[in-house]
C-alpha cells in the first residue's frame, strides 16, 4: 500500500531564512509519481511540482527546490530566503500507479509560518 | 494550466438536508473526475473516483448511499451530501483529468458546514 509520511507538523521559520519540509514515502510500485502542493488559507491546492520515479534529478525553481532520492525513499522541498507569502500548508503526495494523472495518496501536510 | 470549477465556494446547510457540490471542467473533457474530503487540519482523503458514463468507484470507508456522485457528462461531475450531519462538514475538493497520463488539475474546493 502507498504511504507518504510528512513527519514535521508544523514549522516556524523567520523571512530570509532557509527551510526544508521532509517528505518520506512508500510504493511497491516500480513507477510512480511524486508531487507537493501548496495550500494557502484559502483552501485551494496550488501544484508547485511533479516528478516521475525513473527522473532523480534534483530540480530548481526560483526559491524552490526539490531533492528527490529513491535509495532513501525521500523527496524533500526547500525554499530558500523564505517570504511571509510562502506561509502555507504543504502537501506531499503520492500516485498510486504509472499514471501522474491518476489519484493521490496525500502526507499529512506541514504547516509553514514564516514571521517577518 | 487547464481549469476546473467548483461550485459552491462555500455552503452552510441544515442537518438532514442534502447539499449538491458541482466540479466542472472547463477547458477540457474530463474522463475522470476524483473527490477529495480535508477535514479541519487534516490531510486529503480520497472519497471517489468517477468515469464519465460509469458509477464510481468509492474508497473503503466511504457510503456510496450517503455520498452519491454523478459524471453524466465530459465537463460537470457532481457530489450530493445526502442527509448532511455535522459530522459531514469538511472542505470538499474535487480534481479532473481529461485522461490516461494527462495531469490531473484540482478545484477551488467546497466547504461545507452543516448546523
Partial sequence: AQKVTQAQTEISVVEKEDVTLDCVYETRDTTYYLFWYKQPPSGELVFLIRRNSFDEQNEISGRYSWNFQKSTSSFNFTITASQVVDSAVYFCALSEAAEYGNKLVFGAGTILRVKS | ?115
Avoid at chain 2, 472547463?26 to 476524483?34: K, R, V
Avoid at chain 2, 468517477?50 to 448511499?65: L, R
Avoid at chain 2, 480534481?95 to 448546523?115: D, I, P
Fill in chain 2, 1 to 115: 494550466g487547464a481549469v476546473v470549477s467548483q461550485h459552491p465556494s462555500w455552503v452552510i446547510c441544515k442537518s438532514g438536508t442534502s447539499v449538491k457540490i458541482e466540479c466542472r471542467s472547463l477547458d477540457f473533457q474530463a474522463t475522470t473526475m476524483f473527490w477529495y474530503r480535508q477535514f479541519p487540519k487534516q490531510s486529503l482523503m480520497l472519497m471517489a473516483t468517477s468515469n464519465e458514463g460509469s458509477k464510481a468507484t468509492y474508497e473503503q470507508g466511504v457510503e456510496k448511499d450517503k455520498f452519491l456522485i454523478n459524471h453524466a457528462s465530459l465537463t460537470l461531475s457532481t457530489l450530493t451530501v445526502t442527509s448532511a450531519h455535522p459530522e459531514d462538514s469538511s472542505f470538499y475538493i474535487c480534481s479532473a483529468r481529461g485522461g490516461r497520463n494527462t495531469e490531473a488539475f484540482f478545484g477551488q474546493g467546497t466547504r461545507l458546514t452543516v448546523v
